[in-house]
């Protein structure tokens, strides 16, 4: 997160945001969470255990949907032969893209 989702307030590394108060401490959970699904998938992925990898990158992609969630995704999708949601992954990571 880099910023604010209320107020658009650059980010601090506070649970609070410093301008609206808003309690970012469930997102930055959730985001945490999400990495770490993605750090699965990766593993999962280096050991060639590509349903494993699908699933952690399923959850990774359900808790945060970022186009690098979305581009693990696709990838263990074509892995899995679930090529139809290799394609919406992809098409949603790279729209989304900077
Ligand atoms: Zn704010």
């Known amino acids: 997160m880099e910023r604010c989702p209320t107020c658009n307030a650059k980010y601090t590394g506070k649970r609070i945001c410093h301008r609206c108060k808003s309690d970012l401490g469930l997102l930055l959970d959730t985001e945490q969470e999400a990495g770490e699904y993605l750090e699965k ?57 900077k």
């Open 41 to 97: 998938a990766m593993s999962a992925f280096a050991e060639k255990d590509f349903n494993q990898m699908f699933l952690h990158a399923k959850r990774a992609c359900a808790l945060q949907r970022t186009p690098e969630a979305a581009r693990v995704l696709a990838c263990a999708s074509l892995l899995v032969n679930k090529f139809d949601m290799a394609m919406n992954h992809w098409s949603f990571a790279s729209h989304h893209d």
